[in-house]
């Protein structure tokens, strides 16, 4: 058998298998096992910010806006926004407490997984974990678009046992047919911070959805509606050093 031909055939094997582990659906059963999750996000890097050739004079003043400490918050209160108001989610370990349970506060490399054991001091039994790889606005020379994008993975797993879901979590806004576009010099403090808003609502759909399984949908969660837009954006235009 030609040896190209073995190397084609292996090079499919393998991407079918990656693909095939890279997804889990959540089964309903497993929520009923839960006790207070924790949700965790681990952002692998600072948000990235690279523009075009006519818009990089802003590169600045738009570096200045969100730091990774930010956006996994951002992230984290648009994906609590598209769960269900019904348990296991109604019970979800608030983000300092856990923070301070993994002692993670003033840790600034988050490539190493923290110790989740120690959430079970807290209760806590399973965990929701966020990876971001790469996360910032770029302008893609491919689409003539400037947008925000974010590639990571998440998963949801007890403790000290089994993975009860698992999705890759990536999107570039540049990319989508029905997105027209950010205007870089139009982004001013409320402009900025509403675009990033709309693009991780849009980014944790899907999951929120497989999150939710065949529970009742209730009502959001006001918590997570009031955190984003409000005490994360109070900082005033004139003020960008305060979102260092």
Same mark, same amino acid.
């Given at each position: 058998?030609?040896?190209?031909?073995?190397?084609?055939?292996?090079?499919?094997?393998?991407?079918?298998?990656?693909?095939?582990?890279?997804?889990?659906?959540?089964?309903?059963?497993?929520?009923?096992?839960?006790?207070?999750?924790?949700?965790?996000?681990?952002?692998?890097?600072?948000?990235?910010?690279?523009?075009?050739?006519?818009?990089?004079?802003? $590169?600045?003043?738009?570096?200045?806006?969100?730091?990774?400490?930010?956006?996994? +918050?951002?992230?984290?209160?648009?994906?609590?926004?598209?769960?269900?108001?019904?348990?296991?989610?109604?019970?979800?370990?608030?983000?300092?407490? $856990?923070?301070?349970?993994?002692?993670?506060?003033?840790?600034?490399?988050?490539?190493?997984?923290?110790?989740? +054991?120690?959430?079970?001091?807290?209760?806590?039994?399973? $965990?929701?974990?966020?990876? $971001?790889?790469?996360?910032?606005?770029?302008?893609?020379?491919?689409?003539?678009?400037?947008?925000?994008?974010?590639?990571?993975?998440?998963?949801?797993?007890?403790?000290?046992?089994?993975?009860?879901?698992?999705?890759?979590?990536?999107?570039?806004?540049?990319?989508?047919?029905?997105?027209?576009?950010?205007?870089?010099?139009?982004?001013?403090?409320?402009?900025?911070?509403?675009?990033?808003?709309?693009?991780?609502?849009?980014?944790? +759909?899907?999951?929120?959805?497989?999150?939710?399984?065949?529970?009742?949908?209730?009502?959001?969660? +006001?918590?997570?509606?009031?955190?984003?837009?409000?005490?994360?954006?109070?900082?005033?235009?004139?003020?960008?050093?305060?979102?260092?």
């Amino acid at each position: 058998m030609n040896k190209n031909f073995m190397l084609l055939v292996l090079a499919l094997l393998t991407a079918i298998l990656t693909s095939g582990c890279a997804h889990k659906s959540l089964s309903p059963s497993s929520l009923k096992t839960i006790d207070r999750p924790a949700i965790v996000l681990r952002m692998l890097g600072e948000p990235e910010l690279s523009l075009s050739e006519q818009d990089a004079d802003q $590169v600045p003043r738009l570096r200045a806006r969100i730091n990774a400490f930010q956006m996994s +918050e951002r992230l984290r209160s648009a994906l609590i926004h598209h769960l269900p108001n019904v348990e296991p989610w109604t019970d979800i370990m608030p983000s300092v407490e $856990v923070a301070t349970a993994l002692d993670t506060l003033l840790v600034q490399d988050k490539a190493e997984a923290p110790r989740y +054991e120690l959430l079970t001091q807290k209760g806590s039994n399973t $965990v929701l974990e966020i990876v $971001v790889f790469r996360a910032g606005l770029h302008f893609n020379p491919k689409t003539k678009k400037t947008g925000f994008f974010l590639d990571g993975k998440a998963r949801l797993f007890h403790i000290n046992g089994s993975t009860l879901w698992k999705s890759p979590l990536s999107m570039d806004s540049t990319e989508l047919e029905s997105f027209p576009g950010l205007q870089p010099r139009e982004l001013h403090h409320d402009e900025y911070f509403n675009a990033l808003n709309d693009f991780l609502f849009r980014l944790t +759909e899907a999951a929120g959805n497989e999150l939710s399984a065949d529970l009742p949908r209730g009502t959001k969660h +006001e918590t997570a509606a009031g955190l984003v837009g409000t005490d994360l954006d109070e900082s005033s235009e004139d003020d960008d050093s305060s979102d260092l």
